[in-house]
């Protein structure tokens, strides 16, 4: 049996991984010798810290994946048979063995995704990155090819606690209810310390477990036992609470059998032989089978596996030697939100902390650590979280609900119906709203201001900088009769941009007098992007009044207001334009009797790829000097022109 070689994963030339580089596609992985695997696995993580060291990236789930990926590139033919990722994170390993490893421009623009690409290999599938997810494709797959009358296998790997998302559930009920579909679902368990079953009795009972004359026997004897009423099947439920009995002593998850899915595991994520065997024994079963291997998450990289955090999960650059960071370290908006909760939970009993599994992304773990038995983490069940909160809040409570922005949207019914619905006061804190970068566009948080917007008495606050996210987020946790949102960006907080005045808790960031050429309403992290183009287009003779509306839904009558004494308004946000901020804003102009026209500069509502923030906007032409320019055009162009024409164009 083939024994995991851990690889001193360090610095190392690219030159050196000479067993990697002759991999370029699955079936050249299935002609290596099983002893070439070893180095194999030692190879593809020293690759992957030198590589992921210099771009950032998911590497604590793909050291990891490592054995558990070339086992399954070894027993399955892909891309005939489909292996499924849940979540993508855990694919890099994958993206290597299918013929991709050029790394250098990893998750930056014109290089590989971080994620499963369809776009990239005809190897990848599903890309769109949320978790628990890669089950309800397996099914349909299943059956879709069952009924096209294809011998295909699925395969799903599934961890990082995907397990925890009730879609997984659902799933694995339809899953289980094809017997003879054959789909292969791989739990990589990376956070529980279930002890691998090992020797020959556990591999004997497995493979009597997936022997299909084994089932046929216990087919026979329940159907002979039937035919006697008065013992036959009480004989044969003790008979079978036997065999279950025996097996769950070994197997630590007989839940997965009670479910009608045939169980293999514990199995040792880290040795090839044990891997190999297991699958190959799911493989030729030929119905639904759960492998259950248990991985360490950083394995093979010593600063990964000491990182008692989240073992390397997504760091940035780093010196591979030490792994310590190489970038300075900066205020992050998360982490000027997590001491603000902290701060009004001292002085608040009431405040509650919810998170789906992203306790440490989105701060909810200062608190945890402050008053643990305030602070939730439901794992990836965002519906979930959002009701619960609701209940929270019933009994008496104020929670606040920390989740990315792009995550939200799986809970809009939870958010609409059972929460908003009941006036309940609950706060929402999206992380990482607007075009986050790297990521992709799954999780780029550019929907939440246009799906809110339709969400009856809810409020939603965009901060600019770290004081005005303190202050809004005090107020929004003030609020007693309804939900409230407080949305950030990712990444470092720019400098505080102090208002020159507040008009009817509108802020003005640039006041340029009475009646103004135009007024710039900008959205959150805007703000400083906004006061730029006011003085670009002020060298041109344009006089522009820059606002911050600080609460955005509903757009606040003042701001209405305001906009009566301009010549034109200008909305600036990073949601996307339909039904976004600069949308409500027309509305409320217009049911308030204001004819001022508007143009609304936002993200269109499309797949935009990944790349930084900084190359996205300017793809976008939402730089100051492309929005400096656009306002100068249409401030030249109403004053040669009637306004009713002008604001036809």
Known sequence: MNQPARGVAAIVSDQAHELLASVSSPEQLRALPAEALPTLAAEIRDFLVAKVSRTGGH??????AVELTIAMHRVFDSPADKILFDTGHQAYVHKLLTGRHDFEKLRQRGGLSGYPSRAESAHDLVENSHASTALSYADGLAKAFALRGEKRHVVALVGDGA???????EAINNIAAGKDRPVVIVVNDNGRSYAPTIGGLANHLATLRLNPGYERVLDLVRDSLSRTPLVGAPLYDALHGVKRGLKDAISPQGMFEDLGLKYVGPVDGHDLGALESALRRAKSFGGPVIVHAVTRKGYGYAPAEADEADNFHGPGAFDPATGKPLAAPSLKWTKVFSEELVA????REDIVGITAAMAIPTGIDKLAQRFPERAYDVGIAEQHAVTSAAGLAMGGMHPVVGVYATFLNRAFD??????AMHGLPVTFVLDRAGITGPDGPSHYGIWDLSILGVVPGIRVAAPRDASTLREEFREAVAVSDGPTVVRFPTGAVPADLPA?????????LVDAGKKPDVLLVSVGAFAHTAVEVAARAAEHGIRVTVVDP??????????VDLTRDAALVVSLEDGVRAGGVGTALVQAMSDAGVSVPVRDLGVPADWHP????AEILADLGLTAQDIARQITEWAALKADQPTDEWAAR
């Open 414 to 419: 939870q958010t609409l119906l059972d929460v």
């Open 550 to 559: 600080r609460w955005v839904r509903p757009v606040p009558a003042s701001l």
């Open 500 to 508: 020159v005045s507040r008009v009817g808790g509108v802020d003005v």
């Open 59 to 64: 590497l604590g789930p793909n050291l990891g």
């Open 610 to 613: 990944h790349g930084t923030r």
């Open 344 to 347: 009004v939970a001292e002085e």
């Open 163 to 169: 397990l925890t998302g009730g879609m997984c559930w």
